[in-house]
């Protein structure tokens, strides 16, 4: 079974009131995400994850990413058929009373001919699309469709659950936030705000979010470094421009590093870091 946040059970409940009350507030992303939930429940997963810890709100937003994302790219809505179209299809096929009189020219009153499998099963196949386009159309029934939609885009990718991707459970974030032994630290950047680091020992990788960092100078970017413990050469991890602070980046390999440090670079980075740090994080507990 799984486990939520604090051990607890990782089943759904009924409602999701109960779902957020069991710390399964991150498994309710795809039902945000595609809008299969009521308003007051919308409000109460915002109001919740608003207050939630940065790893367990960084893992909502990623996964609430992910879905909308898959659905753009793989999901195509289904267009009504032309209202003609079983009468063409019909019209087309060979007139079976012709046919059955030319076979038997003697023959007397013939009957009408029965109902063909393939006639049979254009009306049902018509019938069915119009039945799931009337019940994606009353009240709720979108709710259902939503929900099957981020069911099936979930079985597609390889979930093993409601919500459980297997491209979340690989992404590396995703693997440093859920570590059982994850630890938060932040510092503050020179140039303003702060770089907030999620280390997992047992992932042997950090998290970093720069909250509130402004851009770099013109011409410049910000530079990542981790410091290694036996006094050797600082070993670039990375860099991020402007488009980069607002994402999340993974630092992998922590465990012979005493600390990160963050300096400013020119485009393209350096070969040694440039000091003074604009910012650095001990990386030991």
Do not use: C
Not at 57 to 63: G, K, Q, S, T, V
Not at 220 to 248: C, F, H, N, R, T
């Amino acid at each position: 079974m799984n486990q939520g946040p604090n051990g607890r059970s990782g089943a759904f409940g009924d409602t999701v009131a109960m779902d957020l009350a069991s710390g399964r507030a991150v498994d309710l992303a795809e039902l945000y995400a595609l809008d299969a939930v009521a308003d007051h429940e919308r409000q109460a997963i915002e109001d919740y994850i608003s207050a939630a810890p940065d790893a367990e709100r960084l893992a909502f937003l990623e996964r609430v990413r992910q879905a909308r994302e898959t659905l753009a790219t793989t999901f195509r809505f289904e267009e009504e058929p032309p209202a003609d179209l079983f009468n063409r299809i019909v019209a087309q096929l060979p007139d079976a009373t012709t046919q059955r009189n030319d076979r038997q020219p003697n023959a007397g009153t013939i009957s009408a001919p029965p109902a063909t499998a393939a006639g049979t099963a254009g009306v049902d196949e018509l019938a069915a699309a119009r039945q799931r386009r009337e019940e994606r159309r009353r009240p709720g029934g979108a709710r259902r469709w939503l929900a099957g939609v981020a069911a099936a885009a979930a079985i597609a990718l390889g979930g093993v659950g409601v919500g459980s991707y297997l491209a979340d459970q690989n992404d590396p974030v995703n693997q440093v936030i859920r570590a059982g032994d994850l630890r938060e630290a932040s510092v503050d950047v020179s140039a303003g705000g702060t770089a907030t680091l999620l280390i997992s020992a047992s992932e042997d990788a950090a998290v970093v979010k720069m909250n509130d960092v402004p851009a770099p100078p013109e011409g410049k970017v910000y530079q990542m470094w981790l410091i290694p413990k036996d006094g050797s050469a600082p070993v670039s991890q990375g860099l991020m421009d402007e488009d980069a602070l607002s994402k999340p980046a993974v630092v992998q390999g922590i465990s012979s590093a005493s600390a990160l440090g963050i300096t400013v670079e020119p485009v393209g980075g350096s070969q040694s870091p440039t000091l003074p740090t604009v910012a650095a994080a001990p990386l030991g507990a």
